[in-house]
């Protein structure tokens, strides 16, 4: 039989529990977990304009995407994943691009990454 005590006592614990679990969980939806799908639209031989729109409709933001910026690459990252492209300074299209695999990545990694 359960007591009036112990009842409010587990009320507040599974109460608490739930409510960490549910910040939690908002707090870990805002992370980008991939940027693959971003990386996947860059083409070889698209303009740089065309990139740029790319990277900044995926809230990626580099040397590409600063405003009246001439850097020839873009390295931007995920969790799992470094990501870097390259335009040519004359054509002024992507020339390269490249993606690299990070070593495994534990949840505190994931939170240390959100910041």
Do not use: N
């Not at 996947?40 to 990626?60: H, Y």
């Not at 580099?62 to 492209?85: H, I, K, M, N, Q």
């Not at 390259?86 to 495994?104: C, G, H, I, L, Q």
């Amino acid at each position: 039989m359960w007591t009036i005590r112990a009842a409010i006592k587990w009320g507040i614990a599974v109460g608490l529990l739930l409510g960490m679990a549910l910040c939690l969980l908002a707090f870990v939806s805002r992370i980008p977990l991939s940027r693959m799908a971003a990386y996947d639209r860059l083409r070889v031989g698209m303009t740089r304009d065309e990139a740029v729109q790319v990277l900044r409709s995926s809230q990626i933001e580099c040397g590409l995407t600063e405003p009246g910026s001439d850097a020839p690459s873009c390295r931007f990252s995920d969790p799992w994943r470094f990501y870097a492209v390259w335009v040519d300074a004359k054509a002024r299209r992507v020339s390269r691009k490249r993606v690299s695999m990070r070593k495994p990545v534990s949840f505190i990694d994931l939170l240390k990454f959100s910041h």
